[in-house]
């Protein structure tokens, strides 16, 4: 069964910084693309961030584009999320997501896309 599993959650301060981590010991893993999603409570689980296989095409919510930064490293299996001028808005549970082999700005928003989903971490921002 594949596993994604993030890191690097916590509480925090508005305006602070916080860098998320997803890592698998799949070795197929430089064939995914990848996204991080979130989820406040009692609301749907919402795009934040993806990026393609080779790392070179990106995707941001309108929401966190220009504060937010998803990129990812093959070698080590593992995908960020660079997270900078925190606000209690972004205070969810994150999630990260991997679907084999494809990738396209179509569809990348969509939960159902996606393959792999780990368990998430929850960021918590204070006012």
């Known amino acids: 069964q594949v596993q994604l599993e993030e890191s690097g959650g916590g509480s925090v301060q508005a305006g602070a910084s916080l860098k998320l981590s997803c890592t698998t010991s799949?070795?197929?893993?430089?064939?995914?693309?990848l996204a991080w999603f979130r989820q406040a409570p009692g609301k749907e689980r919402d795009f934040v961030a993806a990026i393609n296989l080779n790392g070179d095409i990106t995707q941001y919510a309108d929401s966190v584009k220009g504060r937010f930064t998803v990129s990812r490293d093959n070698a080590k299996n593992a995908v960020f999320l660079h997270m900078n001028d925190l606000k209690p808005v972004d205070t969810a549970v994150y999630f990260c997501?991997?679907?084999?082999?494809?990738?396209?700005?179509?569809?990348?928003?969509?939960?159902?896309?996606?393959?792999?989903w780990g368990s998430g971490t929850q960021v918590t921002v204070s006012s």
């Open positions: 799949e070795r197929t893993f430089s064939t995914w693309s």
């Open positions: 997501a991997a679907a084999v082999e494809r990738y396209h700005p179509a569809w990348v928003k969509t939960t159902g896309e996606y393959d792999y």
